[in-house]
Structure formats: structure tokens, C-alpha cells
């Protein structure tokens, strides 16, 4: 009975939802994370009776024919890009982009990660890192006897120094963004790796060409929202139930033709 087959696709699609739903209600409180969505697709179909097919010598069609449906499959998970809330840290070296890109990180692997986490550190060299003590591209040292750090809203990153009256320019944060940042690959720890679907990224200054601007003392929160994750929740549910319910009718039906005697 196909039913079975039908309905055991959907309890694992919807099964895959709710991992998806978990994996955004568990990142509620992590920095700048982008809640997913998952993406279904309806499976080939069985063509008992093609539409259109002529019926009869006068060409009369089947005007909707009899097709049978195999049931659902994954399409995609969709990575849903929407700017957090920004939520005030206290620390000076904390930055939260307003719009559009992405820091530049340096793996160890020498290769580029991009992020939106910007809850940022100094390692023991004075220079700006990540929480898992990355390196931000360009490269920003601080001198170790600077008395206050200010990042403008275009990136630019100055240092007071004890003495002197002016501040002094030691480097300038820039960002990367991308035509399609749906398509980034995530690698865990708030990173991401460009794909071929991402595109190459264009950095640039913040502030200029559509690139999102910085501001200093904050961090940008998730976008997950609790009550629609909930809700998703309480509809794949019940989804999942349904379908374990079409096959124990299945089943049921089954057991009724084995009893039948000739």
C-alpha cells in the first residue's frame, strides 16, 4: 500500500523540522545567530491517467487526469538573514553591524571566515580577535598603552593615549557581503564560509555601497522569535502525528484484506 511509503516520508520530513526548530530554539541567546527555516518539495508523481490524454476518436481529453502522489521530500534549510536586535554591552571593543556584511576572520587554516558575531577581544599581542581567538582581517593591533578605544560608525579604529591630545588612527575594520547570503556555508562557532552559491565577497568599508555601518559598545542578538519557533513547534507536531495516524489506518486496512476469506 503506498500510503505507507507516503506517510513514512512525511513523518521524516517533519522530523527534520523539528530538528531545525530545535537547532534555533537552542541558539535563542547566541550572538548574532540567523534562525533557519526548512523547505519541503512534493515527490514524482504516479500517472495513472495522464491529463490531456486523448479518450476517444473525436479528441475529447482527460480534463484532470489521475495522478498519485509519493509524498514529500527535503527542498532546502533555508537560512533566514534578518538583522538582530542590538543589545548594549558595555565593552569598547564589541561591535554590532547595522545592515548589511560581515567581519573578516583568519582561520588557522589561512583561509577567510566570515561572521556577525562581534563580541571582540584582544590577544596577547594587543590584536583584535574573536572569542576563539581568531584574527579579524585587516589586522588591528592596539598599543598596549592606550587609555580608551573608539570605533566610528565607518569602521575606523582609534586609541587615546596618556599625554596625548588627539587620537591616534591604528587601523580600519572592513566588511564583506554578498549577493547571496543565504547560501553561506555555516562552519560552527558563528562562522561562515563563502560557497559557490554565496558568491565572492565584495568588502569594502561600513557605510559605503549598500555595506552596513558599526556600532561600537553593542552586540547584535539573534533573530529567533520564541513564539513563532513555539508555534512551528506545535505544527510539525501535530504534522508528524497525523502522518503516524495515516499509517496505522493503512495498517489497519491491510489487516482487514488478510482476514477476507475466498
Same mark, same amino acid.
Given at each position: 500500500m503506498q500510503a505507507l511509503r507516503t506517510a513514512a516520508t512525511g513523518m521524516s520530513a517533519q522530523q527534520l523540522n523539528v530538528e531545525v526548530i530545535s537547532n534555533n530554539i537552542a541558539n535563542m541567546n547566541t550572538v548574532a545567530f540567523k534562525r533557519q527555516r526548512a523547505e519541503f518539495q512534493d515527490l514524482l508523481y504516479q500517472n495513472l491517467e495522464r491529463p490531456g490524454a486523448q479518450t476517444s476518436d473525436q479528441g475529447t481529453i482527460v480534463p484532470t487526469g489521475l495522478q498519485i502522489g509519493a509524498g514529500v521530500k527535503a527542498g532546502s534549510v533555508y537560512r533566514i538573514t534578518e538583522q538582530g536586535s542590538l543589545t548594549q554591552s558595555g565593552n569598547k571593543l564589541d561591535v554590532a553591524i547595522q545592515g548589511r556584511g560581515y567581519l573578516q576572520v583568519l582561520l588557522p587554516t589561512g583561509e577567510t571566515a566570515f561572521t556577525r558575531a562581534g563580541n571582540l577581544?584582544?590577544?596577547? $599581542?594587543? $590584536?583584535?580577535?574573536?572569542?576563539?581567538?581568531?584574527? =579579524?582581517?585587516?589586522? =588591528?593591533?592596539?598599543?598596549?598603552?592606550?587609555?580608551?578605544? /573608539? !570605533?566610528?560608525?565607518?569602521? $575606523?579604529?582609534?586609541?587615546?593615549? +596618556?599625554?596625548?591630545?588627539?587620537?591616534?588612527?591604528?587601523?580600519?575594520?572592513?566588511?564583506?557581503?554578498?549577493?547571496?547570503?543565504?547560501?553561506?556555508? +555555516?562552519?560552527?562557532?558563528?562562522?561562515? +564560509?563563502?560557497?559557490?552559491?554565496?558568491?565572492?565577497? !565584495?568588502?569594502?568599508?561600513?557605510?559605503?555601497?549598500? =555595506?552596513?555601518?558599526?556600532?561600537?559598545?553593542y552586540t547584535e542578538a539573534s533573530?529567533?522569535?520564541?513564539?513563532?519557533?513555539?508555534? +512551528?513547534? !506545535?505544527?510539525?507536531?501535530?504534522?508528524?502525528? /497525523?502522518?503516524?495516524?495515516v499509517i496505522t489506518s493503512a495498517d489497519q486496512m491491510l489487516s482487514t484484506a488478510n482476514q477476507v476469506k475466498s
Open positions: 577581544s584582544l590577544n596577547d $599581542q594587543g $590584536q583584535l580577535v574573536t572569542s576563539d581567538g581568531y584574527l =579579524i582581517q585587516p589586522a =588591528i593591533s592596539i598599543p598596549s598603552d592606550s587609555t580608551d578605544i /573608539m !570605533i566610528s560608525k565607518a569602521g $575606523q579604529v582609534q586609541v587615546a593615549k +596618556a599625554g596625548q591630545p588627539a587620537p591616534t588612527v591604528v587601523g580600519t575594520l572592513e566588511l564583506a557581503s554578498f549577493v547571496n547570503e543565504a547560501g553561506l556555508e +555555516a562552519l560552527g562557532s558563528n562562522l561562515y +564560509a563563502q560557497s559557490g552559491s554565496s558568491g565572492t565577497p !565584495i568588502t569594502g568599508v561600513p557605510g559605503v555601497d549598500g =555595506i552596513g555601518s558599526l556600532l561600537q559598545g533573530n529567533v522569535d520564541s513564539v513563532t519557533e513555539i508555534t +512551528a513547534l !506545535i505544527v510539525a507536531q501535530r504534522a508528524y502525528e /497525523m502522518n503516524s495516524k
